[in-house]
């Protein structure tokens, strides 16, 4: 077992040292709930949550391209994969049931997100449907979820991480209904993280990211030279495994020093071709 978390609270720092060692703890793996680990950020999370031996839980609403990842998860780990939408009430009850079923979450990724459109309105037009269902799965179901799988984390000492981004912080043209949702859930994490004392709530900024979402986000253009959503998951490996006061991070100042300039690279090259935001 790692020793080197600090022995603040004997329950929490064995917790951190088990997963460290690869998720062995209180005799049966750590299980992580992940929204949207169908592709991108929440597969990449996912795949490497599982080789570390946590067992998962995941959703995503296409079912098949869920099934393939369960299919290739479920090789390493334990993986409940339940289709279905993140805004709708009786699936994340679901996804609350089967991580009680496994043992109790010690770990929520809040993942999922809505850009809100593509080509993303300005606000003078944004659609208040299309609005409503930004707030509604980026700030509402994340805190559904949340409060769901409260009982289970607070038991296990475990984390909560919200999947922030750099518009919530910096008002870029076209951004204002993501952009405003994002700011909403950081805002919510450091509240939830002042009233939790049991559980770290963490928003993470991942950076740029070549992935559908982002490709959605700037339809037509090359995000060939971003990188890789894998290549930050190291920084959210370390978030865990430190076991990080509950705040806002950015999962680049996480990396090793290696990686964060492979990352940095890749950003400036994309700065370069004129997509600055994600
Ligand atoms: N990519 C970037 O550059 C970037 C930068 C900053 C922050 N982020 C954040 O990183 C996170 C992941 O983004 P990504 O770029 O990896 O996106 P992505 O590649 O488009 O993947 C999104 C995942 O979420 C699922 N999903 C979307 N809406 C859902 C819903 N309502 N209910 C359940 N699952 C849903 C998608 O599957 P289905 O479509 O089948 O549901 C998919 O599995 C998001 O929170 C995003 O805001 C991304």
Redesign the pocket.
């Given at each position: 077992m790692n020793t080197t978390t600090k022995q603040t609270d004997t329950k929490q720092a064995e917790t951190a040292a088990g997963r460290a060692a690869g998720g062995a703890w209180g005799g049966s793996n750590p299980v992580a709930v992940i929204?949207?680990?169908?592709?991108?950020?929440?597969?990449a999370l996912a795949r490497g949550l599982a080789e570390r031996g946590w067992s998962l839980v995941i959703?995503?609403?296409?079912a098949d391209?869920?099934a393939a990842v369960r299919a290739e998860l479920a090789e390493l780990t334990t993986v409940v994969a339940l289709p279905?939408?993140?805004?709708d009430d009786a699936h994340r009850a679901d996804l609350a049931e089967a991580a009680s079923e496994l043992g109790g979450a010690s770990l929520l990724v809040n993942?999922?997100?809505?850009l809100g459109g593509s080509p993303m309105p300005t606000l003078a037009a944004f659609p208040l449907e299309a609005l409503a269902e930004t707030f509604a799965?980026?700030v509402v179901?994340p805190l559904a979820l949340t409060q769901l799988l409260l009982p289970q984390l607070r038991q296990h000492g475990g984390e909560v991480v919200n999947?922030?981004?750099?518009?919530a912080v910096e008002p870029y043209e076209g951004w204002g209904g993501?952009g405003a949702s994002?700011a909403a859930l950081d805002h919510a994490s450091a509240i939830l993280g002042l009233e939790e004392s049991q559980v770290r709530v963490w928003a993470v900024?991942?950076?740029?990211?070549r992935?559908?979402?982002?490709q959605?986000a700037f339809p037509g253009e090359d995000i060939s030279d971003?990188p890789l959503?894998e290549t930050v998951v190291p920084g959210f490996l370390r978030l865990i495994d430190e076991r990080r006061p509950s705040g806002r991070y950015q999962a680049s100042d996480l990396l090793p020093r290696g990686r964060v300039a492979e990352v940095a690279e890749a950003s400036e090259a994309s700065e370069a071709s004129g997509l600055e935001v994600?």
């Open positions: 929204s949207g680990a169908s592709q991108g950020l929440g597969l959703d995503a609403r296409t391209r869920l279905g939408d993140v805004t993942n999922a997100s809505s799965v980026n179901a999947i922030s981004s750099d518009a993501y994002k900024d991942p950076g740029d990211l992935t559908q979402m982002h959605d971003l959503p994600a």
